[in-house]
């Protein structure tokens, strides 16, 4: 069973930021978090992923609060296309048989 | 460099039919995966390699699903016989081996069932 709680849909206005949030009160000290999105007809793609400190990429900020039960998923300036499914998961770090579950996502939808 | 390949993109086979998907992973990739999505679910796991061992196949219905990964390279996914139920697209997923810093799986674009 996923171990994540989202909203299952949010807007967000194109060119705003899009602050998508997830909860995951029973996170482990080992237990990464990481987030996926899922674009129409298409397989998932990994956006990003962190342990405790906030993480930035090309893609998206990913914010943790330090108590690790929660976090947010920044798309600074949404454009159409980032209009997905985005799932938040939560993931031991090892080496080699750990599995990535997904749990139902948030529909995100950017208007124009 | 190239993706996760799968075949065939679409099928619609009647029920009790069999049907087989193939997926090439990204070359290097010791892990690979078989997910299976319902319209409107989130990607459920069926099995899991790692090179060519099985590390986790608790959610394939084994009575009428199988996979294998010979060479630890590429894989088929075979249903027999099929049911309504099994409609679904089904993912193919591959990953470099694990460690702190990498944990990112690459899918493909899925092959899509439909069982009449």
């Known amino acids: 069973d996923a171990k994540t709680t989202q909203p299952p849909s949010m807007d967000c206005a194109e060119g705003r930021a899009a602050n998508l949030p997830c909860n995951h009160s029973?996170?482990?000290?080992?237990?990464?978090v990481y987030w996926y999105r899922q674009i129409h007809s298409q397989g998932p793609q990994y956006i990003i992923h962190g342990l405790k400190n906030n993480e930035t990429n090309e893609m998206a900020s990913l914010i943790i609060t330090e108590d690790r039960k929660s976090s947010t998923l920044i798309l600074p300036h949404a454009t159409l296309r980032d209009t997905a499914v985005y799932y938040c998961i939560v993931r031991v770090q090892n080496f080699g048989n750990e599995k990535l579950t997904f749990g139902t996502g948030t529909r995100l939808t950017i208007i124009p | 460099e190239a993706g996760v390949a799968q075949s065939p993109r679409y099928k619609i086979i009647e029920k009790r039919q069999s049907v087989a998907f193939w997926c090439n992973p990204i070359?290097?990739?010791?892990?690979l995966y078989w997910y299976q999505q319902i319209l409107g679910q989130g990607p459920k796991l069926l099995i899991q390699?790692?090179?060519?061992?099985?590390?986790?196949d608790s959610q394939l219905p084994k009575d009428r699903f199988s996979a294998e990964r010979l060479k630890g390279v590429d894989s088929t996914l075979k249903i027999q016989p099929a049911k309504l139920e099994d409609s679904a697209v089904y993912l193919c997923a591959s990953e470099q081996s694990r460690g702190p810093d990498t944990g990112e799986l690459f899918f493909g674009e899925g092959s899509r069932l439909t069982v009449l």
């Open positions: 070359s290097g990739h010791a892990t």
């Open positions: 390699f790692q090179n060519n061992g099985v590390v986790d």
């Open positions: 029973t996170i482990s000290g080992n237990e990464y």
